[in-house]
């Protein structure tokens, strides 16, 4: 329950990572570059929250990631009006995070299906009689 959704939340990231990317640069192919930039960086904006709090949730752990570097990029484009590259990464690192959390529930549920075909007994030859036993 918790990967799936996990699975959704990233889903829902990359979603906005993409229409805030489609969004914005069709707002500047019409010469709005105000309202581009306000498009990218609402693209940007809940990926980085995210983010963060992943990044946050590591350091507790004592882990440090990659994370910190997409999220350094992130902001810094934000900071410098980059909007388009702050985008960018953005996509690229929502994208990731969902492919990483699909092919891990794929192989969650292959795993499962697996182990669902072990058999559960096994047959036991004693002299002229066969027994089914338990593997246990």
């Given at each position: 329950?918790?990967?799936?959704?996990?699975?959704?939340?990233?889903?829902?990231?990359?979603?906005?990572?993409?229409?805030?990317?489609?969004?914005?640069?069709?707002?500047?192919?019409?010469?709005?570059?105000?309202?581009?930039?306000?498009?990218?960086?609402?693209?940007?904006i809940?990926?980085?929250?995210?983010?963060l709090?992943?990044?946050?949730?590591?350091?507790?752990?004592?882990?440090?990631?990659?994370?910190?570097?997409?999220?350094?990029?992130?902001?810094?484009?934000?900071?410098?009006?980059e909007?388009?590259?702050?985008?960018?990464?953005?996509?690229?690192?929502?994208?990731g995070?969902?492919?990483e959390?699909?092919?891990?529930?794929?192989?969650?549920?292959?795993?499962?299906?697996?182990?669902?075909?072990?058999?559960?007994?096994?047959?036991?030859?004693?002299?002229?009689?066969?027994?089914?036993?338990?593997?246990?």
């Amino acid at each position: 329950m918790k990967a799936m959704l996990a699975d959704r939340a990233n889903l829902a990231l990359l979603a906005v990572a993409l229409l805030g990317l489609l969004f914005g640069l069709g707002l500047m192919a019409v010469g709005r570059p105000g309202a581009a930039t306000l498009a990218f960086s609402g693209g940007v904006i809940p990926v980085l929250a995210a983010l963060l709090v992943e990044i946050l949730r590591s350091l507790a752990r004592r882990e440090v990631g990659l994370d910190i570097v997409a999220a350094m990029s992130m902001s810094a484009a934000l900071i410098f009006d980059e909007t388009l590259a702050a985008a960018v990464v953005a996509l690229m690192y929502s994208g990731g995070t969902f492919l990483e959390s699909f092919a891990a529930g794929r192989a969650r549920r292959e795993m499962t299906d697996l182990l669902s075909r072990v058999p559960r007994t096994a047959t036991l030859h004693q002299g002229d009689t066969l027994t089914e036993v338990a593997l246990e």
